[in-house]
């Protein structure tokens, strides 16, 4: 990413602003407010599914759907703030490209974390259930773990080669992808951390049992981590060729 005068950096995911990012705590809190958003999202939209009905293809679909119009709306809105992470997995491979300090990524990271669960407990909130729940939903096994592997890797990737050729669609380019990784892997895409841990915390249509965390976790960020290294090859800038130094 452009750096602006000063050498101050830019936020990641925003290839956008012309301006110096806004502070650490304005971020973090754009960060929370965001994961808090799409969780309440994914959680509300599939309490309301399932109370509207018991056929489980609409259930998800009435599932997906706001999952990825809202996505849309919060990276647009957002992204000029915190660069719209929303997403452990990927202010980890932004931290590991050295496009966000250590010290920042990581308070991305507990704001996600916090912000998603408030998110679980302001849907719960809303549908006048438990606040406090745990969820019993087995979601394990090779076929998951590779799906959570998947989703994230495409996730990941779909964001850097939006960063690479088409900045301006993000936003549009992530709400279609997990619109479509909701059902073309066995896991329904969760590929986030954050969210994941957040889903833990609720015993409806779209949780997931704190103990299978650590298998989606672990293969959500396998996942982001080998879409950073082949999008760092197959992405980057050509080398100048000699004809091309010969025509400066």
Same mark, same amino acid.
């Given at each position: 990413?452009?750096?602006?005068?000063?050498?101050?950096?830019?936020?990641?995911?925003?290839?956008?602003?012309?301006?110096?990012?806004?502070?650490?705590?304005?971020?973090?809190?754009?960060?929370?407010?965001?994961?808090?958003?799409?969780?309440?999202?994914?959680?509300?939209?599939?309490?309301?599914?399932?109370?509207?009905?018991?056929?489980?293809?609409?259930?998800?679909?009435?599932?997906?759907?706001?999952?990825?119009?809202?996505?849309?709306?919060?990276?647009?809105?957002?992204?000029?703030?915190?660069?719209?992470?929303?997403?452990?997995?990927?202010?980890?491979?932004?931290?590991?490209?050295?496009?966000?300090?250590?010290? #920042?990524?990581?308070?991305?990271?507990? &704001?996600?974390?916090?912000? !998603?669960? @408030?998110? %679980?407990? $302001? /849907?719960?909130?809303? =549908?006048?259930?438990?606040?406090?729940?745990?969820?019993?939903?087995?979601?394990?096994? #090779?076929?998951?773990?590779?799906?959570? &592997?998947?989703?994230?890797? !495409?996730? @990941?990737? %779909?964001? $850097? /080669?939006?960063?690479? =050729?088409?900045?301006?669609?993000?936003?549009?380019?992530?709400?279609?992808?997990?619109? #479509?990784?909701?059902?073309?892997?066995?896991?329904?895409?969760?590929?986030?951390?954050?969210?994941?841990?957040?889903?833990?915390?609720?015993?409806?249509?779209?949780?997931?049992?704190?103990?299978?965390?650590?298998?989606?976790?672990?293969?959500?960020?396998?996942?982001?981590?080998?879409?950073?290294?082949?999008?760092?090859?197959?992405?980057?800038?050509?080398?100048?060729?000699?004809?091309?130094?010969?025509?400066?």
């Amino acid at each position: 990413m452009s750096e602006v005068a000063g050498r101050d950096r830019l936020h990641p995911a925003d290839g956008l602003l012309n301006a110096v990012a806004p502070d650490l705590t304005r971020r973090c809190v754009a960060e929370a407010l965001g994961t808090g958003l799409l969780v309440a999202t994914v959680v509300g939209s599939g309490i309301m599914a399932s109370r509207l009905t018991h056929d489980v293809a609409i259930s998800l679909l009435g599932n997906t759907l706001p999952t990825g119009a809202i996505l849309v709306v919060l990276i647009t809105i957002l992204g000029p703030v915190s660069g719209a992470h929303f997403n452990p997995a990927v202010t980890l491979v932004f931290a590991l490209r050295r496009e966000i300090e250590a010290r #920042a990524a990581l308070a991305y990271v507990v &704001a996600q974390i916090v912000g !998603g669960i @408030v998110g %679980t407990f $302001l /849907a719960h909130a809303m =549908f006048e259930l438990p606040i406090l729940q745990a969820s019993v939903t087995v979601r394990t096994g #090779a076929g998951q773990w590779l799906a959570e &592997a998947v989703a994230a890797f !495409g996730l @990941v990737f %779909t964001i $850097l /080669a939006g960063l690479r =050729f088409r900045s301006v669609a993000i936003p549009w380019l992530v709400g279609l992808y997990i619109t #479509a990784a909701y059902w073309f892997t066995a896991s329904t895409s969760f590929a986030n951390p954050a969210v994941a841990i957040a889903r833990a915390l609720s015993d409806t249509f779209s949780g997931i049992r704190p103990v299978d965390l650590p298998g989606f976790i672990s293969a959500e960020l396998l996942g982001a981590l080998l879409a950073m290294a082949l999008a760092g090859w197959l992405l980057a800038e050509p080398k100048p060729t000699r004809q091309m130094q010969a025509a400066k």
